[in-house]
Each structure stands twice: as structure tokens, then as C-alpha cells.
């Protein structure tokens, strides 16, 4: 079966979920997924299942914390080009069926890495492998080489009315 580039992007709620969502429909077809996060570095509640999962998934945070209100630390920075070149390494022996580079966009809108580094290591994956790349402000690049782009746009969110994120919900 051939191995399509999916972005999920956009403002809206549901881009991670989603990527969980497709991890588990592989699980259940006999798939191997990697879910890689980028980014974060808590403990969010999708992790717990994740990793009851495994082997099945694998989940890795490549993430410190969370710097999103702040600049990234060289810390962060060097977290998330180790976690790129062991992403590649897994590419290139053909480890999993399904790869998730959850928050890799916003990676590369904090210059973690850079697009011509994610494009080159998307780009060298076995034709049967499935990667999805999530995470707000895709760059047009990505978008480019992507088979499936879906763009996830929130149309009214509780946030706006002072509502807090809650636990087993939004992490």
C-alpha cells in the first residue's frame, strides 16, 4: 500500500487528535506508528493511552516544557534536531508503518529546524510509509510536498469566554 505526506494545520482544535486518531485505526489494521512530539514536553493525557499502546506506538517527546508564550531555549532547539535525526534514522530502516511529527510546524516556525531539513528527510521515506505532520502555520513548503492537507479553522472556541483547558479534553 502506498505511503502518503498528510499536514494537519490551522487555528482551530483537533490536529493532534486527529493524528491520534489515525494512529490508532493503523494499530487496529497491524501498523507499527512512531508518534513524534515536538514541542511539548508534558505529561498530556493522550500519552497515558499512547503508551499503553506500545509496542504498537511508540510515543517520544522531543519537546522540554512548553515555550510557546517564551523564545526556545538552545536546549530546546538542540531537542528537537536530535529528535529530526532519530525521526530519520526510523525513515530510513523502514522501523514504522506510520510516522506522526505532531507540532512540527510550529517547530519550524520557531526555527527549531529548518524546512529544508524536514522536506529532505519527509521526502527520503520508503514509498509504503505514512507520515503526517501537524501543527499550526505550515509553511507553503510543506504544504507543497503534502499529499493531504487538511486545515482545521476554529469557528468559536470557549477559550474566548475564559474557559481553562481541561484535563482529558484539551491535554
Known amino acids: 500500500m502506498k505511503g502518503f505526506i498528510q499536514v494537519y494545520t490551522g487555528n482551530g482544535k483537533g490536529k493532534t487528535t486527529a493524528a491520534i486518531g489515525l494512529s490508532i485505526r493503523a494499530v487496529g489494521a497491524g501498523k507499527k506508528v512512531f508518534f513524534a512530539q515536538f514541542v511539548k514536553g508534558k505529561p498530556y ?3 497515558t493511552v499512547l503508551q ?5 506506538i511508540t510515543l517520544k517527546q522531543y519537546g ?3 515555550f510557546i508564550e517564551k523564545e526556545p531555549t538552545k536546549a530546546d532547539i538542540e531537542s528537537a534536531q536530535k529528535g529530526l535525526q532519530e525521526i530519520k534514522k526510523f525513515i530510513q530502516a523502514v ?4 510516522i506522526v511529527l505532531d507540532e512540527a510546524n510550529i517547530a519550524l516556525f520557531f526555527n527549531l ?10 521526502q527520503s521515506k520508503p514509498p509504503e ?4 505532520i501537524t501543527g499550526r502555520y505550515a509553511p507553503e513548503e510543506i504544504i507543497a510536498i503534502a499529499d493531504l492537507v487538511t486545515e482545521m479553522k476554529e469557528v468559536k472556541h470557549y477559550y474566548n469566554s475564559g474557559i481553562e483547558a481541561r484535563k482529558g479534553i484539551e491535554f
Open 95 to 98: 522501523s514504522y508503518d506510520v
Open 64 to 66: 522540554l516544557g512548553c
Open 113 to 122: 529546524f529548518s524546512v529544508k531539513d524536514l522536506i529532505k528527510i519527509v
Open 45 to 47: 493525557s493522550e500519552i
Open 52 to 56: 499503553k499502546l506500545s509496542p504498537t
Open 129 to 132: 510509509t505514512e507520515i503526517i
